[in-house]
């Protein structure tokens, strides 16, 4: 991540914010047709806090030159993104977080790690911090998206329990497909 901010300032490319997650430290950036991009690096898992099945969870100020500061003096620098790197996690607006919860656990079987008060939920599967937020900090009552609009259509998830590609829409018109984790 340090190498990543020296990279982005190096090439002013806008962040919007800077946050430490306690399970990961995390920048944003907003894409062309206003996706929110979160570039991230996870804290060890052994690290992370849980109180029985929820982890904790928050947004505090990222200490920027501690994050560059632990790049080793002499790294060559942001080479792109590591090999194995993969996308950890997706945050979705909805219209109520609550029935997002609902159709993610009916659908996903997904365990809610977090919720903030009643805006936003966070799922996951395999004891992670997070691979689906939903929240409604710009969308709160929202009903399914217009196809027409730009924004995010699709979610793709990998799985190693499934064997073929499966699709599901959720209630905001966001199509959900997993495919097979392995080859």
Avoid: C
Avoid at 74 to 93: F, S
């Amino acid at each position: 991540l340090g190498r990543w901010i020296s990279h982005a300032a190096a090439n002013r490319i806008g962040i919007e914010g800077a946050s430490d997650h306690l399970v990961s430290e995390a920048l944003y950036l907003t894409d062309p047709e206003g996706n929110g991009i979160e570039i991230y690096a996870d804290r060890r898992p052994q690290d992370w806090k849980w109180n029985g099945d929820k982890v904790a969870m928050a947004t505090e100020r990222l200490n920027l030159p501690a994050v560059v500061g632990s790049v080793p003096a002499g790294d060559a620098g942001w080479q792109g993104a590591p090999e194995n790197t993969i996308v950890g996690h997706v945050h979705l607006r909805v219209g109520r977080p609550e029935d997002a919860e609902a159709w993610w656990h009916d659908q996903f079987a997904f365990d809610t790690v977090a919720k903030y008060g009643s805006q936003a939920v966070f799922l996951s599967s395999g004891h992670y911090h997070h691979h689906i937020g939903a929240n409604a900090w710009q969308s709160a009552s929202a009903g399914r998206r217009d196809p027409s609009r730009s924004g995010l259509a699709w979610v793709e998830m990998r799985s190693d329990n499934v064997k073929d590609e499966t699709s599901h829409e959720d209630p905001w018109g966001t199509v959900i497909r997993t495919v097979p984790g392995k080859a």
